[in-house]
């Protein structure tokens, strides 16, 4: 498994957070108002990281990381993704 490399946001939203971002993410802002948090293996540990740093208004972004909150409480009917070795 190789790690990933995440961002947090310098601003915060409309809503007072900052964003977890993952590189490649498609609605990455540019990286001039990024803070590179480092290398992790998932947005679990990159959210606590980026708390570390930022503070607790931290919110992974729905697009790149898997929303913290809601990991536990996925829906049966949701399709497993095989990964291969890509
Ligand atoms: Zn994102």
Redo the contacts with the bound molecule.
Sequence with gaps: MQPEYYYVTQQTDKTNNY?L??AG?V??PGKETLTFIGSLYNAVQALTVAQMRVGKNVKA?Y???SPHNDARQQPKKMQYRHHSDN
């Design positions: 964003l971002h993952r993410c609605t990455l972004c697009h790149c990381c």
